[in-house]
């Protein structure tokens, strides 16, 4: 059973940043995905971005060219980098492991997607874990 905890959550004025860490108890040593996903208050939870382990990753448009997704494999760490925080991106941001799972870059588009990645994630029942959240709050 894989245990990830998230840190690095709290309450920043527009425009600030924050950086989210996700800490795994143990990771595969290749073919895992690695995601952020938020949920704010009276909203479904969303996809913010994946990586894998091969080095991809991909955005949601609402946090493309504002957030970076990075993997620590020695660490088994997950990176959450969040500047120009808006207020919209105030939620409880919740970190997701997928074993045996690899982000798919398709040949009719340009860029790996996170839509088609988020259908073939789930259609794959998921990911295998999650951490249990922490707030973050985007308050002037």
């Known amino acids: 059973q894989v245990q990830l905890v998230e840190s690095g959550g709290g309450s920043v004025q527009p425009g600030g940043s924050l950086r989210l860490s996700c800490t795994a108890s143990?990771?595969?040593?290749?073919?895992?995905?690695m995601g952020w996903f938020r949920q704010a208050p009276g909203k479904e939870r969303e996809a913010v971005a994946l990586?894998?382990?091969?080095?991809?990753?991909t955005y949601a448009d609402s946090v493309q060219g504002r957030f970076t997704i990075s993997i620590d494999s020695a660490k088994k760490t997950l990176h959450l980098e969040m500047n120009s925080l808006k207020p919209e991106d105030t939620a409880v941001y919740y970190c997701?492991?997928?074993?045996?799972?690899?982000?798919?870059?398709?040949?009719?588009?340009?860029?790996?997607?996170?839509?088609?990645?988020?259908?073939?994630?789930?259609?794959?029942?998921?990911?295998?874990?999650w951490g249990k959240g922490v707030l973050v709050t985007i308050s002037s």
């Open positions: 143990e990771l595969p040593r290749d073919s895992y995905t």
């Open positions: 990586a894998d382990s091969a080095g991809k990753s």
């Open positions: 997701a492991v997928k074993t045996n799972f690899l982000l798919r870059r398709y040949v009719h588009l340009p860029e790996i997607d996170l839509a088609i990645n988020l259908e073939d994630l789930q259609g794959s029942g998921g990911p295998n874990y």
